[in-house]
C-alpha cells in the first residue's frame, strides 16, 4: 500500500482527493491538513509514503510545508498540485524538495499514475508544466530562479497585496526580518522599488494584474 497524506487548505477539494484514491486498491489515504504548520505536525504521526500538496495554503504556502515535511521526514516524497503553472511556482518547488508537479488542470487517471511514479522514486509533470519549463529554458530569461524558496514567497506574498508586517505573521517571522528579505530580493532582481518587484511578479506568473485582489 501507498500511504498518502493530503495537504489542502480546501476541505471540499481534499475530500474529492481522497474518493478518487480511496477507489485505487494500492492507496491508502492516512491523514490530511489545511495548512503548512498542520502538516508539520501530520507528518510525524503518520510517517506517509507521498505528500500531495497544493501551493497555495492559508498563512504559510505549500512551499514552506514542503521543505517542513521533508526537514521532519526525508525519505518522504512529493507530489505539487496546483492552479499555478508558471515556471517560477514549479522551479521553486522543485528547489524546495517536489519530487513532481501537475497542474489541476490535469485528468484523474494522471493524478494516480503520477503518485505511483512519485512513490516508486520517479519524478513527475503534467505536459503543460514540462512545455513551461521548456520554453522557459530556450527564452533564457528566468530572473526568479536565484531566489531562495523564501524569497520567491515573500516576493509572492507581496504580490497579492500582503505587507511586510502580514507576511511576517503567516511566516512566523520578525516584521524586521522581511524587510531584510525585501531588501535582498530587490538586489537580486535589480530593482529598485515595490512597484518594479510587482511587474516581474506578474511578467512571471506569481500573480495575475487583471485579479482585483492584486489591483
Known amino acids: 500500500m501507498i500511504r498518502i497524506v493530503l495537504i489542502d487548505d480546501h476541505a471540499v477539494v481534499r475530500t474529492g482527493y481522497r474518493r478518487l484514491l480511496s477507489?485505487?486498491?494500492d492507496f491508502d489515504v492516512v491523514g490530511e491538513a489545511a495548512s503548512a504548520d498542520e502538516a508539520n505536525a501530520l507528518i510525524l504521526r503518520c510517517l506517509p509514503d507521498v505528500a500531495l500538496v497544493d501551493l497555495s495554503l492559508k498563512?504559510?504556502?505549500?512551499?514552506?510545508?514542503?521543505?517542513?515535511?521533508?526537514?521532519?521526514?526525508?525519505?518522504l516524497r512529493v507530489l505539487v498540485l496546483s492552479m499555478h503553472e508558471g515556471a517560477g511556482h514549479v522551479r521553486?518547488?522543485?528547489?524546495?524538495?517536489?519530487?513532481?508537479?501537475?497542474?489541476k488542470y490535469c485528468?484523474?487517471?494522471?493524478?494516480?499514475?503520477?503518485l505511483r511514479r512519485i512513490a516508486a522514486g520517479r519524478r513527475a509533470f503534467s505536459p503543460d508544466v514540462a512545455d513551461v519549463l521548456a520554453d522557459e529554458a530556450l527564452d533564457g530569461e528566468a530572473p526568479l530562479q536565484h531566489l531562495t524558496p523564501r524569497e520567491f514567497?515573500?516576493?509572492?506574498?507581496l504580490a497579492h497585496g500582503d505587507t511586510a508586517a502580514d507576511i511576517a505573521g503567516a511566516m512566523?517571522?520578525?516584521?524586521?526580518?522581511?524587510?531584510n528579505y525585501l531588501s535582498l530580493i530587490r538586489q537580486k532582481l535589480d530593482a529598485d522599488s515595490d512597484f518594479k518587484l510587482l511587474h516581474?511578479?506578474?511578467?512571471?506568473?506569481l500573480v495575475d494584474m487583471r485579479d482585483p485582489v492584486s489591483a
Open 59 to 75: 498563512g504559510s504556502s505549500g512551499l514552506e510545508a514542503i521543505r517542513g515535511m521533508l526537514a521532519r521526514h526525508p525519505r
Open 23 to 25: 477507489a485505487e486498491g
Open 107 to 114: 485528468e484523474p487517471d494522471d493524478v494516480i499514475d503520477a
Open 172 to 179: 512566523h517571522l520578525s516584521t524586521k526580518t522581511i524587510l
Open 92 to 103: 521553486q518547488a522543485l528547489k524546495s524538495g517536489a519530487h513532481g508537479y501537475l497542474t
Open 200 to 205: 516581474l511578479a506578474a511578467r512571471h506568473g
Open 153 to 157: 514567497e515573500v516576493l509572492r506574498m
